[in-house]
């Protein structure tokens, strides 16, 4: 089985920076895609940002120039650095990983990690 442990997160001033971690762990020949995706209650799970095996990134509208997504791909990790955070970016993160086994291409979601932004 494969999974996605993610750290990181907590709660913040608005303004502040934080950083969350996700590491992939398991029987997996490679990992192609990674992402983040945040969900509040009452709204629809919402892109942050994702990132190709070839480093291609994609973020979400309201993210752009504030979150910034990384992969370090010899240790199957993603990091994503959010900064001049704003309370609407409070919502619970979700690491998303697109990986290959001996039976095809799956998805696997991380745990979760809360961010709160709150003075």
């Known amino acids: 089985q494969v999974q996605l442990v993610e750290s990181g997160g907590g709660l913040v001033q608005p303004g502040g920076s934080l950083g969350l971690s996700c590491v992939v762990s398991g029987s997996f020949f490679s990992i192609n895609a990674m992402g983040w995706y945040r969900k509040t209650p009452g709204k629809e799970r919402e892109l942050v940002a994702t990132?190709?095996?070839?480093?291609?990134?994609n973020y979400g509208d309201s993210v752009k120039g504030r979150f910034t997504i990384s992969r370090l791909a010899a240790k199957n990790a993603v990091s994503l650095q959010m900064n001049s955070l704003k309370p609407e970016d409070t919502a619970v993160y979700y690491c998303k990983g697109d990986y290959y086994s001996n039976t095809g291409l799956h998805t696997a979601w991380g745990q979760g990690a809360q961010v709160t932004v709150s003075s």
């Open positions: 990132i190709t095996g070839g480093g291609t990134t």
